[in-house]
């Protein structure tokens, strides 16, 4: 078979090469997935860089999302059958409950090896069933930024409801999860960005308003014109150091701001944090989620009929490539490599 490996440099970075090996054989209580998509998340980018403090200091079979078919399974396996449609977690010890540092000692892609390869060997609880609805090439997207979205909005602080305005940043995966997911509980969608082509796709999708942040660099002030001065329940904040004073801006009383991405650097921000005192609101950190909430994310997008946006797919052996395109951030939603 072949996989792709993230080989240490020497000098902090990593190098994605290609190489072939066997097929690996699943232990006990363990499944063999046969891949047959992969999807790439900007934490992808830094785990090539160096960046990412999730790492796990060796060579590691890249990328956390993938879905496939059970191919095979280890002795005490009795909940899978060959043939079933699963999608892996990205966190592969995180069944439920509270977050536990622990669980970053198994981060799929970094601390342990990912999915970027033919066939996987897994725990067989971490891998979850496909929504029916779902191909696998579209379940390979829901891993990592799928789950981050519905934790924001459906598992943290309160769950997204109608009435509700949410401010999306960017219409990366994470961003474009969140839009359908709460137009789909019926809350009100604002989503900036800096391509106009990309808003007018935000909007088919169902935004209610858009922003373009070139034309407006204050666009927290147009949160306010937008929603008569009260600002967002929820604000989906993937930017970082660069986009959260105004995201603190934009917040509503009684707010939400889930912070999730560093998109503009690991720069400690130079910010008030006052707005959040003087409007009450929460600001929540999310990596991801568990297993369990997957299961029940899985549900609700069975339930409301959703479907990933997938906006670019490569072959496997154009793997690069894929990484190349996720760094041109010209994409809208999820970049896809078929296995």
Known sequence: ?????????????????????????????????????????YRDLLMKSGLSASGGGGDVVPLSDGAGVIAGFGEGVSEWEEGDRVALTFFRDWEDGAFDMKYHQAARGGSCDGVLAEFVTAPAHSVVQVPEQLTTLEASTLPCAALT????????????????????????????????????????VI??????????????????????????????????????????????????????????????????ISQIGVLTGFDPPQVSLFPLVTHNADINGIYVGSRAMFGRMNAFLSGQGIRPVIDEEYRFDDALKAYASLEGAGHFGKIVVKV
């Open 191 to 256: 989503i900036t960005s800096s391509s106009d082509d990309k808003l007018a796709r935000a909007g088919e999708l169902g935004a209610d308003q858009t922003i373009n942040y070139r034309e407006h660099e204050a666009w927290d002030k147009q949160v306010k014109e937008l929603t008569g001065g009260r600002g967002a329940d929820f604000v989906i904040e993937v930017g970082g150091p660069g986009t959260l004073e105004r995201s603190l801006k934009s917040v509503a009383a009684g707010g939400v």
């Open 1 to 41: 078979m072949k996989r792709f490996l993230l080989r240490q440099d020497g000098n902090g970075g990593c190098e994605a090469v290609a190489e072939a090996c066997e097929i690996p054989t699943p232990g006990a209580g363990e499944v063999l997935v046969k891949i047959e998509a992969c999807s790439l998340n």
């Open 149 to 188: 979205a519905w934790h924001a909005l459906m598992e943290r602080s309160r769950s997204v409801q109608e009435g509700d305005t949410v401010l999306c940043l960017g219409t990366g995966g994470v961003s474009v999860f969140a839009l359908q997911m709460a137009k789909a509980a019926g809350a009100k």
